[in-house]
Antibody, heavy 123, light 106 residues
Framework: QLHLQESGPGLVRPSETLSLTCTVS??????????WAWIRQTPGKGLEWIGN???????FSNPSLTSRVTISVDTSKSQFSLHLTSVAAPDTGIYYC???????????????WGLGTMVTVSS | EIVLTQSPGTLSLSLGERATLSCRAS???????LAWYQQTPGQAPRLLIY???SRATGIPDRFSGSGSGTDFTLTISRLEPDDSAVYYC????????FGGGTKVEI
């Protein structure tokens, strides 16, 4: 059974970089043609798609966040990661990793989600 | 960016009643690439409907979706206690965006 687990610091200081990792178990990113995604839920903007990445490192990101977002993949560990720079209070929220319903499509629905990890931006 | 506006903000209904939720897009959504999710407190969203009207795996037929272009509807017939949740629409025809949600209270 496919399982996604987010990990990373729960507290990040303003202006610093938020870094999270999603570990995929029950399937291998290396053998998948899915675009693995990051989605967040903040009090200010609700659910917001951050971006995604496939096994070969092709990425797409939300135009409103592109300048601050880097998504990377480590197929040997079946992990993908999110780095969000210059964070501020509005970046506080729950960060989810998710797998889209269909492979090969960068924009899709999401049928497998991690439990989410709460990240607070505060000094 | 396609902006999705959901209404009403909150819907208060009784067990067994029908719920009708609306999702309006700022521009036409291609190929009816519109989905609906259910989220209960402390949980990740759960996919209910994709392609505007196709039920995801394991979703009961009490949940149905309809619509095209810019106007879409999620209908929950015969409300049950577990249907209390926030419902979100999402479009995936042009990047990915979500609506602001409708809370259903039973």
């Amino acid at each position: 059974q496919l399982h996604l687990q987010e990990s990373g610091p729960g507290l990040v200081r303003p202006s610093e970089t938020l870094s999270l990792t999603c570990t995929v178990s029950g399937a291998s990113i290396a053998n998948s043609h899915h675009y693995w995604a990051w989605i967040r839920q903040t009090p200010g903007k609700g659910l917001e798609w951050i971006g995604n990445i496939n096994y070969s490192g092709v990425t797409f990101s939300n135009p409103s966040l592109t300048s601050r977002v880097t998504i990377s993949v480590d197929t040997s560990k079946s992990q993908f990661s999110l780095h969000l720079t210059s964070v501020a209070a509005p970046d506080t929220g729950i960060y989810y990793c998710a797998r889209p319903t269909w492979d090969l499509r960068p924009f899709a629905t999401f049928d497998v989600w991690g439990l989410g990890t709460m990240v607070t931006v505060s000094s | 960016e396609i902006v999705l506006t959901q209404s009403p903000g909150t819907l208060s209904l009784s067990l067994g009643e029908r719920a009708t939720l609306s999702c309006r897009a700022s521009q036409s959504i291609t190929h009816r690439y519109l989905a609906w999710y259910q989220q209960t407190p402390g949980q990740a969203p759960r996919l209910l409907i994709y392609g505007a009207s196709s039920r995801a795996t394991g979703i009961p037929d009490r949940f149905s979706g309809s619509g095209s272009g810019t106007d879409f509807t999620l209908t929950i017939s015969r409300l049950e206690p577990d249907d209390s949740a926030v419902y979100y629409c999402q479009q995936y025809g042009n990047s990915v965006t979500f609506g602001g949600g409708t809370k259903v209270e039973i």
